[in-house]
């Protein structure tokens, strides 16, 4: 390893590590100061008002940005104030285009903020060319993508689907809270902007609320560091220290997770109480090439459908036990999420059926626990369907 061009790995681990000139603190110091005082009259400093900056707050923002190789990146309160930043660079006459399948409050947010015409907004279907084709001829400013999709796993060509928008005029935006950037760098691929829920992998201790946005385009990283400190959709200093106590251990979290996740998704799709399993590692997923080629590895998140009737899926999750029924992801603990009735309520039921969200379906988030516990815990529940 060359001292001056690090791996990812050894960043993330030592971004602000011996960086702190009080004290020579190891771990970075936790700045909560709103305020920082100014020498004199007419001068300033990099930190003048926490909402703007802030040591914390900036450190995190380096890591991001040094995880997805941006130029640059914003730290939100949540993955919502994310995309609430990323939104406010469209105009009211640009056209956005999203995927029909999106995250259940994404989609219900774009919905309504185009309501009220902050911006135009199409649903499209990015598993379909011809579908794309129509979409892009319509000349939009902005392509949303959420790849592995939420929550049936839905794969998005991302490198083809950007350069087309490229084409087009328009920029890429693609959600990569289900991967994180050990598995996919979106950026990479050709998109202009990433961002993530961090309350799931990024933080992965199921502790905090936040999000951020990477970009390797330094007029938009301006735009959204303007909209950051104008909406005050940033995060906090304390949830900013917590995520990068988080990143430090992404990639062994993320790398456990998902070899407990393979072993589950195997298991699963050779029980005879199962329907299907939607996991891209499997090679029967529709999207299972296209995964393999643009990502690292197939992740932790993985959904299926039992067989028969809504009790049967009610009696699984009456009896299984280290899975925990709560909304959520990313954690070092596994749970398991009913979409039909928690994550995508919000979406309506016209919208659930299209994306495939059936009252059956089941989505688990795998931890880091012993796979044997794991796997017996799920088996344990399907038996009792009987
Ligand atoms: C959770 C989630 C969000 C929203 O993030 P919050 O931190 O809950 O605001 C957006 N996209 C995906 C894919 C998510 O899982």
Redesign the pocket.
């Known amino acids: 390893m060359s001292k001056n061009n690090p791996r990812r790995r050894t960043k993330i681990v030592q971004t602000g590590i011996g960086a702190d000139p009080a004290h020579h603190a190891v771990i970075p110091p936790l700045y909560l100061s709103s305020t920082f005082e100014i020498p004199g009259i007419g001068e300033r400093l990099p930190y003048e008002y926490s909402r703007t900056r802030n040591p914390t707050r900036d450190m995190l923002a380096q890591a991001m940005t040094d995880l997805e190789e941006g130029v640059g990146a914003s730290i939100t309160s949540?993955?919502?104030?994310?995309?609430t930043l990323i939104v406010h660079l469209l105009e009211p006459e640009d056209l956005l285009l999203a995927p029909f399948d999106?995250?259940g409050?994404?989609y219900r947010l774009l919905m309504e903020l185009a309501n009220k015409k902050h911006f135009r907004l199409k649903f499209v279907d990015q598993y379909s060319p011809a579908g794309l084709e129509e979409a892009f001829s319509e000349k939009p400013k902005m392509v949303l993508i959420?790849s592995p999709s939420?929550p049936v796993m839905r794969i998005a060509d991302i490198k083809s689907i950007s350069a087309k928008a490229k084409k087009a005029g328009a920029i890429t935006v693609v959600?990569n809270?289900?991967l994180s950037p050990i598995l996919q760098q979106p950026l990479k691929l050709g998109a202009d902007i990433v961002?993530?829920?961090?309350?799931?992998f990024l933080n992965g201790h199921s502790d905090i609320?936040?999000?951020c946005v990477v970009t390797n385009n330094k007029d938009i990283l301006t735009d959204l560091e303007f909209w950051n400190n104008s909406l005050g959709t940033i995060g906090a200093p304390f949830d900013s220290f917590m995520t990068l106590r988080g990143l430090r251990t992404l990639e062994l979290r993320v790398h456990r997770a998902q070899e407990n996740a393979e072993k589950v998704a195997a298991m699963l799709d050779q029980h005879d109480a199962v329907e299907t399993v939607y996991y891209p590692g499997l090679k029967t997923h529709a999207g299972h090439d296209i995964a393999a080629a643009q990502q690292e590895g197939f992740g932790a998140m993985l959904s299926f459908t039992i067989k028969g009737d809504f009790e049967n899926v009610k009696t699984f999750a009456d009896n299984v036990h280290l899975f925990r029924l709560a909304?959520?992801?990313?954690g070092t603990e596994s749970l398991m999420n009913h979409p039909a009735t928690m994550?995508h309520v919000s979406m309506g039921a016209e919208a659930r059926e299209k994306a495939g969200v059936t009252d059956g379906l089941l989505r688990l988030s795998i931890g880091i626990e012993h796979i044997d516990d794991l796997l017996d815990d799920l088996k344990g529940g399907l038996k009792a369907i009987g």
């Open positions: 949540s993955g919502m104030a994310a995309l999106c995250y409050r994404s959420e939420n959600d809270t289900f961002y993530h829920s961090s309350t799931k609320v936040g999000g909304q959520s992801l990313g994550t």
